[in-house]
């Protein structure tokens, strides 16, 4: 790319949503006013609202942020000098919770980043490392930038999967022979859920989203998501055996000693980013990270799919900024 490219910023919307934090953001990016469109889709359903704006989008790079995603404002020129190579077909980096967030935030944004909760995604959520080549693992949808042509020869994001709908598209893009690159000074700002109740609904939701996926698309990528569901089957087993053979089943609890001083390693070593309240709270949520993720994820292997070719009925609304 001797010139810079057109960007498309993309973000999806609720029909009813007045204040667009993305939007305002978008708008004060460091790229030049005539390379840069901002499409806003309006409608109930990401992955419908992001494809039909995708078929609008007349930018050579779409750049995709959620509603409340804040970029930096040299994301897009960061992003351009990655794009010459050729075989290079999307970028992304984490989305990091904002310094000024509550405390209760900031202790959600701990657990998401800590390895032992998340372990390699923690890159969505913190800066680990170099530029690289990466995988899906490590990318997420609220801050990420892909070639147009390469998502639409592709059919763009599968409608039948929410959330992971990216997830599938990055390994039908490297399958197809493209690179998919991390960047950890490619961020943007984003809180996280706001509640409790926020938070566990957001870890179910994130199990049954990665075993639907597994379904759709298996791949051995896939293999460590089963450690939280095969924990669950391990503890429920374990408390089973203890009501029918106490000496057996406390034979069972040998493996949590293990766990047990995992986690408190994974505390201490939070305490490098976080405030001893919050870690001490981060510790016994990263127990119900597991968990959560874990329920979801047996749950998501039992859902009913749509048929193959069904489209989700959902009216989307494009607004050009």
Known sequence: MNSLPTVTVLIPARPEQVDIKAVTAAKHLDYPADKIEILVARGKQP?????????????HLVYFLDDDSVPERGNLKTA???????????LGGPNLCPPDAPALEQMFALVLSSL??????RARYTRVGVLRETSEKELILCNLIARRDA??????????????????????????GGKLL??????????????????V?????YGRGRAEQFRVNPTFGSALNFAP???CVYLLATVALLKLNPLLGKFFLGPLVFYAAAVIAQGIALMRRGKIVGVLGAIPLI???HIIYGYGFWRGLFTPLPPSGTKPKTEVVIERL
């Open 182 to 199: 991390y960047d950890p000074t490619f961020t943007v700002y984003r809180r996280p859920r706001p509640t409790f109740k926020a938070f």
């Open 116 to 121: 032992l909760a998340f372990g390699p995604s």
């Open 47 to 59: 992955s419908v609202q992001r494809n039909t704006a995708l078929k609008q989008a007349s930018g």
């Open 229 to 231: 569901p095969l924990f």
């Open 151 to 176: 998502m639409v020869q592709l059919g763009g994001f599968d409608e039948k999967l929410y959330p992971n709908e990216e997830n599938a598209l990055m390994d039908a893009l490297q399958k197809s």
């Open 287 to 289: 127990v119900l990270t």
């Open 201 to 205: 609904k957001m870890l179910k939701t």
């Open 80 to 90: 351009v000098q990655r794009f010459t190579d050729s075989s290079v077909k999307m």
